[in-house]
């Protein structure tokens, strides 16, 4: 027993220093394992505080840029209203705001709701944006957030007032993702490498994909709308030990100036993850 | 200004400068990433306690990964200078008298050489744990020496700036002060 006290008192530092590595140690791993950012809502207000501070003095440097993209984004929807395309004068048209249900008999699946976005890196090979709203404004964990240029990342955490969000830039991200000319389905992941490229894999070698081609959301994922841009195809190679193409996409989505972005809630995630992940009972 | 007031100030600084200017850099390369935060276990005082010395880095890298998102990415490098320090001066400095003359380690303190291979091997061991953790997690081998070269020097670099900009010109401690 006195061997051990003094084994203790002589090895004290070592002792020290190896419970605090293994502290963190096990921090990491578990933070790793669950793809999510650890710490404690309490914290994440905290840090939200000062990065909304430091946000609000960020944002006039990149008003310009800003306007141009919301600009830009008026533009696109509004081609894309009703009034544009013309019908034949037998058509009635029935508007009914805000319901969930409209005259046709669709529910209302996706409900688009606007953050600021308050935190953000780009450097690092973990890479989180932060937002300011959160559960009581209606965020969840599991959410698609897209930008005003394209798709943005996934919801993780998300506290009372604050969020944050795996970036589209971080090594564990996956988005299930298609080619827009022929609907070919693959998945949008990144290499740690250059903040302005994604890849695209599982992309089989029959599709015809080109240099420029549009890569767009799929319809098999449970929190993205289908259709939703990601970015181009920049450079294409052929693994020769697989029957995929490797593509690497140049995202619609410049990270470096994000400034507002939207979540997007879909109104039956919690059924349909809960029903893909129950395992299935015929043999 | 005392020890601590300056050393508190310091922690705050560093950790501000490294998440609001050094991580918004945008970045040159994958294998170049600015660190400077640990310069503030670098300059802690020589006469600190050995276990607070550890705890108090540990902290500081926590509190550098509640902004990153990464719970103990920053922390374990941090803790490990901590504990290798002390040795390390030890080997370095004639013991009495510098560390009864000046407070902490700088080129005026230690002499130039001693020094630079303090904060040399220091930067290097941080760098070559920091990334050794990232790369268990994901990556290549060809990324880690990369990684590990490549950040070491931007970090030499920046030391040296820093030791430029700020030479914290303390004054040898006397009986009368």
Redesign the interface.
């Known amino acids: 027993m006195k061997n051990i006290f003094f084994f203790i008192r002589r090895y004290?530092?070592?002792l020290?220093?190896l419970l605090?590595?293994i502290?963190?140690?096990?921090?990491?791993s578990?933070?790793?394992k669950t793809h999510e950012?650890?710490?404690s809502a309490a914290?994440n207000e905290?840090?939200g505080d000062l990065?909304h501070r430091?946000s609000n003095l960020h944002s006039y440097f990149s008003l310009k840029e800003t306007n141009r993209q919301l600009a830009e984004e008026n533009a696109r929807l509004r081609n894309m209203l009703a009034a544009n395309f013309q019908a034949p004068d037998s058509s009635r048209k029935a508007v009914t705001d805000t319901t969930l249900r409209d005259t046709l008999g669709h529910y209302r699946k996706y409900t688009y709701l606007p953050a600021r976005v308050i935190?953000n890196?780009?450097?690092?090979?973990?890479n989180?944006i932060t937002l300011e709203r959160g559960t009581l404004q209606g965020v969840k964990k599991g959410m698609a957030v897209i930008g005003p240029e394209g798709i943005v990342g996934v919801v993780v955490e998300a506290s009372n007032n604050i969020s944050?969000v795996m970036s589209l830039l971080h090594?564990n991200s996956k988005v299930s993702a298609m080619l827009k000319k022929d609907n070919y389905a693959g998945s949008i992941e990144w290499d740690?490498?250059?903040?302005y490229y994604l890849q695209l894999k599982n992309v089989s070698k029959s599709a015809k994909v080109n240099k420029g081609d549009t890569v767009l959301t799929s319809n098999y994922s449970a929190n993205f709308p289908s259709h939703l841009m990601i970015g181009t195809v920049a450079a294409i190679s052929a693994d020769p030990s697989s029957n995929f193409y490797l593509i690497k996409v140049k995202t619609a989505t410049n990270f470096?100036n994000l400034q507002y972005v939207n979540v997007i809630a879909n109104a039956r995630y919690a059924e349909q993850t809960a029903l893909e992940n129950t395992p299935s009972k015929n043999p | 200004m005392s020890s601590l007031v300056r050393n508190i100030i310091r922690y705050v600084l560093f950790i501000l400068l490294q998440v609001?200017i050094l991580?918004?850099?945008?970045?040159l390369h994958?294998f170049i990433?600015p660190y400077i935060y640990f310069l503030f276990i670098i300059w802690l005082p020589f006469n600190i306690n050995?276990?607070f010395l550890?705890?108090l880095a540990?902290v500081f890298?926590l509190t550098l990964?509640?902004?990153?998102?990464?719970?103990?990415?920053h922390?374990?490098p941090c803790?490990?200078i901590a504990?290798i320090r002390p040795v390390l001066l030890g080997l370095l400095i004639p013991q009495e008298t510098t560390e009864q003359s000046y407070a902490e380690p700088s080129v005026k303190s230690m002499g130039l050489a001693p020094y630079s291979l303090y904060v040399v091997i220091l930067t290097f061991v941080h760098h070559f744990y920091l990334v050794l953790?990232?790369w268990l997690?994901?990556?290549n081998f060809i990324?880690f020496l990369g990684k590990v070269a490549g950040t070491t020097a931007v970090s030499l670099l920046l030391i040296a700036l820093a030791e430029m900009l700020f030479p914290r010109k303390r004054r040898y401690k006397t009986n009368a002060a």
């Open positions: 004290f530092g070592f020290s220093f605090l590595q502290a963190a140690i096990i921090l990491l578990n933070a790793s950012a650890f710490f914290l905290a840090t990065n430091y935190g890196t780009v450097t690092l090979q973990t989180f944050r090594r740690g490498v250059n903040p470096f | 609001f991580n918004e850099v945008p970045p994958q990433v050995r276990l550890m705890v540990f890298g990964d509640a902004f990153t998102g990464t719970p103990g990415l922390a374990a803790v490990l504990f953790i990232e997690q994901f990556g990324y």
